[in-house]
């Protein structure tokens, strides 16, 4: 028998939400200085009749979800909103009707909004399809909202309702007969970790120090590396590099370290972490493993501080057999990004030499959770990322970072390129956005749902909290 607690979509709506970032940022060798918010509004109901409203927010990130050198941004980011819409005209009826588990609504969404972006490229004429993963990003509000309706419709939060005791099925359904008898909360926490750090990114654009500042912003905010450290008490740092100039990459993470060192002798030491972040740039994995051995003997210390580097070559695995991740990953964790759009993309990154996974709520609250169980079982290195994620957004992602039990860290860089639209939430949870010593609160995220948008204020939060 279903679970009394099981959920129906009964309606839906989209929103759409634009913003200006305060800086550009530099990605995939293109400068972005904007980004559209998709915020989502489901009414749901439990089987046992009782009422919820569900909320769920993720910027669209079109250049990074659908890359294109035929397409301009405004035909990738209308197609993604316009695959919004319709998955708003379909969410009710995905599931025939039934109350499912919001992991079984979010998987049988998925497969209806995978058909509908084929339709959507065909009807708009693209020159070329819409990727799985843009449709992945543009389905995840969504999901998220359901997931926050379950819980707060059977009053509890909605990592506590991925047991037995909530669904109709083990992991084996979604991932393989390894799974058997074992649920996402054997691999999630009942109490999110106290503080988690954040990775501040350094963008390839960014500002290390005074002299590097051409244009000030003149907002107040930090201007350089050097201020937002001495703010914020910064240990973790996220450097993007280009993937294509090996002096420039290697000179950038020396520099990076540098200004860590010289925090170091103005503020006093401190456990330095970084990250790497290629964005899929390298041409192949020989380049990587020359960047490794250039900075490390460049700077052993700097290359001892490297935590983890993320997704160095193509996207497609099975395009570019060639570039096996076995040498580099002895060397460092090296963890799929973008790769990462279901059970078989883990697979055959780990076949690859992949040693890591990087978590993003931009790809949905129901692949995320079977995904981080399944990387688990397998001894993977876990991380949470964003999407310059802000507001609603953001919290869904530390709360992720939060609950998942092996991921030591969280990426939120939206208080450094668009903290307009933080505004209102920051107020609602300030802990979680206040950046002290480096950490940030997340053991407060323990309302019903997903903790992230506080019972009854949905629809406030749809129509623009700020």
């Known amino acids: 028998m279903a679970k009394p607690t099981n959920i129906r979509v009964k309606d839906v709506k989209v929103a759409f939400a634009d913003y200006r970032y305060r800086c550009p940022i530099k990605f995939g060798g293109r400068a972005l200085d904007r980004v559209t918010i998709l915020n989502v509004l489901v009414e749901a109901e439990n089987a046992r009749g009782a009422p919820a409203k569900g909320f769920g927010s993720m910027p669209l990130g ?13 035909d990738t980011l209308g197609a993604m909103r316009t695959l919004a819409r319709r998955i708003a005209g379909f969410a009710a009826e995905a599931a025939g009707g039934e109350f499912l588990h919001p992991i079984d609504c979010g998987f049988a969404l998925e497969e209806t909004a995978l058909h509908e972006a084929s339709r959507v490229a065909e009807e708009l004429k693209l020159a070329e399809p819409m990727p799985k993963l843009a449709a992945l990003v543009v389905l995840s509000p969504f999901d998220a909202a359901i997931h926050d309706a379950f819980g707060k419709a059977a009053g509890i939060n909605s990592y506590d309702g991925c047991g037995a005791a909530f669904m109709d099925y083990d992991l084996a359904r979604y991932l393989d007969g390894a799974f058997s008898g074992e649920y996402p909360d054997r691999y999630t926490l009942r109490r999110p970790k106290a503080t988690l750090p954040l990775y501040h990114l350094v963008g390839a654009l960014d500002a290390l120090t005074d002299a590097d ?9 930090p201007e350089t590396l050097q201020d937002w450290i001495a703010a914020d008490g910064l240990t973790h740092l996220k450097v ?4 294509d100039d090996l002096d420039w990459d290697v000179s950038r993470v020396l520099s990076v370290n540098r200004v860590a060192e010289d925090a170091d002798t103005r503020l006093g030491p401190r456990p330095w972490r970084f990250s790497l972040d290629f964005n899929e740039r390298c041409r192949d994995v020989r380049y990587l493993m020359e960047f490794m051995e250039r900075v490390k003997d460049s700077s052993p210390r700097a290359f001892e501080r490297v935590e983890y580097i993320e997704q160095p070559t193509a996207r497609d695995l099975g395009a570019n057999p060639e570039n096996r991740m076995h040498a580099a990953a002895r060397l460092k964790p090296v963890v799929i990004d973008e790769s990462l759009v279901d059970y078989e993309s883990l697979l055959l990154a780990r076949e690859m030499g992949y040693s890591g996974v990087a978590l993003k709520a931009c790809k949905g609250q ?11 079982k397998l001894g993977l290195f876990l991380c949470v990322q964003d999407l310059t994620c802000v507001g609603a957004s953001y919290l869904h992602s ?6 998942v039990r092996t991921v030591a860290a969280v990426e939120g860089n939206g208080r450094q390129y668009c903290p307009s639209a933080n505004r209102g939430w920051d107020a609602l949870f300030p802990a979680a956005f206040k950046v002290r010593g480096g950490l940030v609160e997340t053991g407060g995220l323990t309302g019903p749902g997903l903790a992230c948008v506080p019972p009854g204020l949905e629809e406030k939060a749809f129509a623009g909290l700020a």
């Open 213 to 221: 500042v051409k244009t000030p912003v003149g907002d107040g905010l």
């Open 366 to 376: 129901s692949q995320s959770l079977v995904l981080a169980a399944a990387a688990q």
């Open 398 to 403: 530390v709360s992720l970072a939060s609950r």
């Open 62 to 74: 079109n250049v990074w979800a659908f890359p294109s050198a035929r397409l301009s941004y405004d």
């Open 240 to 243: 993007k590099l280009n993937g």
